[in-house]
């Protein structure tokens, strides 16, 4: 039996389109899911670290080494943020020019709010973290904006943490595709390569959480700015999560980026939410 | 004798100018490879993906420019060029790359 020639060509091509539709988009591949991978980033560090409880992640390189542990809890009997902290709750109590405070800018009036920040900004399209309402707050008051990366921005934000310390993280993600766009540059920020070193944020907190780089024992990403702002004794003084993504730029010999630029503010956006739940743990102190 | 001294002659000027010292760069010559550089950093920066080598290495370009060490400041415009070329090299191919590190 023959078949015609025409017929078949036009089996063919219905069998290959049913092979194409069947084929899920290309694009489907590359949509984000945050929850399905907020709860895989979790369970890599839980597995990978068996012992652990959740909330031990917060307390970074400190959860990872027993002796470095020890000290850190004795560390805490005089902690070195405390300075900072009192500095900054006489700040945050202390009137602008205009009689007006900061708790005038925030829900709560800026009591227990850490964990909700960063958010998405729906009017303006963009990730608002603490630091950038901060600023903004000082300067709707007519006052200048702080340096985003130590002194007077730390204080502040350490007591901030301070008064939500407990709190689980509960970063949203609202409906609405440009929030879903800021968490997948953030998290593309978080494990693209770059400097001469070619370190990706992932290369230490991913891959080598608990090992040693040079004199340091590296934190796991879970958790990792749920104890911002910190004391570094490696800088011998405080500083903020803007500080914290600045320098790890330059340590891998990349030039850093301006504080607070869109890259940085959605890489805190993504690595906030992917430690959803987590409690607040900041100001905090590290090595 | 007088044939095989016209034949000796090129094969002389030859190993002369091999003797010769190397041809020391001139301040367009910096110029030139500067402009290069800089270029390609500019185009790393344009990726948001400048190294601080490579700064660092434009840096010292100038400065032995400024101290009229030709040679010197050539050849730092010509690694500056190389690690801004890494770099955008870098940044190319983590558009892509990035995914193989991603926790799934």
Redesign the interface.
């Given at each position: 039996m023959s078949t015609h020639p025409a017929i078949s060509l036009v089996s063919a091509a219905l069998a290959l389109a049913a092979v194409v539709l069947a084929a899920p988009p290309a694009i489907a591949a590359d949509t984000p899911n945050p929850v399905v991978?907020a709860k895989?980033?979790q369970q890599?560090f839980t597995h990978k670290f068996p012992k652990l409880k959740p909330e031990d992640f917060v307390n970074g390189p400190y959860s990872m080494n027993e002796d470095l542990h020890r000290q850190w809890e004795e560390k805490e009997q005089f902690p070195p943020y405390e300075f900072a902290l009192e500095t900054g709750k006489e700040m945050f109590a202390t009137p602008f020019k205009n009689g007006k405070t900061y708790g005038d800018c925030f829900a709560n009036k800026g009591i227990g709010i850490r964990q909700n920040y960063p958010y998405f900004d729906a009017t303006e399209g963009k990730v608002v973290t603490l630091e950038l309402a901060l600023n903004r707050c000082r300067e709707a008051n007519g006052e200048p904006p702080f340096s985003y990366v130590k002194d007077e921005m730390a204080s502040l934000t350490a007591y901030m943490a301070f008064t939500s310390r407990g709190k689980p993280f509960d970063i949203k993600i609202p409906d609405d595709p440009r929030a879903l766009e800021a968490y997948q540059k953030g998290?593309?920020y978080f494990?693209?390569?770059?400097?001469?070193l070619?370190f990706?944020c992932?290369?230490c907190h991913?891959?080598e959480p608990g090992e040693r780089i040079r004199a340091e024992i590296l934190a796991p990403a879970l958790g990792i700015l749920n104890a911002m702002p910190i004391y570094r004794s490696e800088w011998s003084g405080m500083g903020t999560i803007s500080r914290r993504f600045t320098t790890c730029n330059?340590q891998i010999?990349?030039?850093p980026?301006g504080p607070q630029d869109e890259?940085y503010r959605d890489l805190e956006y993504y690595l906030s939410y992917v430690s959803n739940g987590l409690p607040i743990s900041g100001p905090g102190a590290r090595p | 004798m007088k044939i095989v001294l016209r034949n000796m002659m090129p094969i002389a000027a030859v190993l002369i100018s091999g003797a010769m010292p190397a041809y020391a760069a001139s301040e367009a010559d910096f110029k030139t490879a500067y402009a290069t550089a800089e270029a390609a950093e500019k185009e790393a920066g344009a990726l948001?993906?400048?190294?601080?080598?490579t700064?660092a290495t434009l840096a010292a370009a100038k400065k032995a420019a400024e101290a009229g060490q030709f040679d010197q400041a050539v050849a730092s415009s010509k690694e500056a060029e190389a690690?801004a070329k890494?770099?955008i090299f870098?940044?190319t191919s983590?558009k892509q790359?990035?995914?193989d590190?991603?926790?799934?």
């Open positions: 991978e895989a980033f890599f998290k593309q494990y693209t390569r770059r400097g001469q070619n990706s992932a290369t991913v891959q330059s010999r990349g030039v980026l890259e | 948001r993906n400048q190294w601080t080598t700064e690690l890494a770099s870098q940044a983590e790359r990035w995914k590190l991603e926790i799934r």
